[in-house]
């Protein structure tokens, strides 16, 4: 796979990516989120873990020079270039049940959960393998000392990246989020690329 592929808006895409190759991601217009997870290629039993992430990395705010750690304490992915620094790995894909939830007074959306389980179906993911995502450009500002934690627009402006290169053969979901608070009230595309 060579060339920069385009994610529509609110919408998800899944596809293999080798140990040794980069995944770039780039947001195209700026202030939007795209959720990535990670299984093991040869058994997607073996999943991108937040917990296991920030275990080993000592740290919640992941950019260029972290892994991202597997269930099982394998490195799974590493960032090896970030042009915006502000991710999040709290919060989990936006769903029919948040979109409920946050916003009842908006049409219900299947969100980058149900994008997901679709494009991940063919390699027999179910929706109760979908882990809480890594949300590349998501700003989740935390508050140190209550905890308590907001989801702001996001810092990347347009041509914004993140490149990550794979530790294992992986399968990888990537979406154009379809939250409101989270992408600053509009939905954009997002692109990506593989060398
Ligand atoms: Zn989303």
Redesign the pocket.
Known sequence: MSGTHRISPRSGVAFALDAGARLTVIDPEGSQ?S?LVAYCLADVREVISNGRTFDYEETIALTTGNKLWSNRSNPMLAIVDDTVGKHDFLLT??SEDTFRHFYPEHPVHR???G?LVAALAPWGVTADDIPT?F?LFMNVPVDGPSGAIKVLPPLSKAGDKITVQAEMDCLIGL?A???YA??GGSFKPIDYRID
């Open positions: 989120v959720d894909p936006c969100g980058c959960f994008n995502a949300n979406t989020c379809s939250a989270s992408n």
